[in-house]
């Protein structure tokens, strides 16, 4: 079966440091990874994916992934935080067409 | 923009009311996802189609909710009768592709049961 850990529930970073977010799955398969953002009162929105390509992943706003199999990670990495950044991170696990959420890591970000 | 529309945004209701969510797709999109959003509980699948065809709603408690793709252009969530642990924030998605390589969220109806 699979699933997803996002090992930090709460992250807190100054604005201009870098951001990390981790995330370990669990998958059978050669798994589809993602991240998905989401601001406050808004949907979700797909920050990048990773689909069996490039290990490195890089998406929007600046974010990047790396994809591990050896650790069995998929963290999400920004070299700079913006204030704008602040927001709810997911990382989602699919092998077939259905998603698995993780429960999320709340980023703050401090001027 | 090609967007997911959700109505109603909110809902607020009595126990024991009906309630029925909407969501239209974009248009093209084969699969459409109910995800429900708690803060003890996350987010949750509820159910998804392919093809207007139900592939999974082992995620949903079946004795009060239903969800159903009456059209290629509509999802509907109903739940009756309500309760209040219902309330939460409910997600259609809507994707095109084998593994739905991107997704598309819609903002979302945040119900209240009172």
């Known amino acids: 079966a699979q699933s997803v850990t996002q090992l930090d529930s709460h992250v807190s970073v100054s604005e201009g440091t870098p951001v990390l977010l981790r995330c370990n799955y669990s998958?059978?398969?050669?798994?589809?990874l993602f991240w998905y953002v989401q601001h406050p009162n808004k949907g979700l929105q797909l920050l990048l994916k990773?689909?069996?390509?490039?290990?490195l992943v890089k998406g929007i706003n600046g974010f990047e992934a790396e994809f591990k199999k050896s650790e069995t990670s998929f963290h999400l990495t920004k070299p700079s935080a913006h204030m704008s950044d602040a927001a709810e991170y997911f990382c989602?696990?699919?092998?077939?067409?259905?998603?698995?959420f993780g429960t999320g890591t709340r980023l703050q970000v401090f001027p | 923009d090609a967007r997911v529309t959700q109505t109603p945004r909110h809902k607020v209701t009595e126990m024991g009311q009906e309630v029925t969510m909407r969501c239209q797709p974009i248009l093209g999109h084969n699969t459409v996802f109910w995800y429900r959003q708690t803060m003890m509980q996350g987010l949750e699948l509820l159910a998804y189609f392919r093809n207007r065809a139900p592939l999974d709603d082992s995620g949903m408690p079946k004795d009060r909710f239903s969800a159903e793709m009456p059209d290629a252009t509509l999802a509907t969530l109903k739940i009756q009768p309500s309760e209040p642990r219902d309330s939460a924030v409910y997600f259609c998605a809507s994707g095109l592709g084998q593994r739905n390589e991107k997704l598309f969220f819609g903002s979302g109806t945040q119900l209240s049961v009172l």
């Open positions: 990773y689909t069996s390509a490039a290990t």
């Open positions: 998958s059978s398969y050669s798994p589809s």
């Open positions: 989602v696990v699919s092998e077939t067409d259905k998603l698995i």
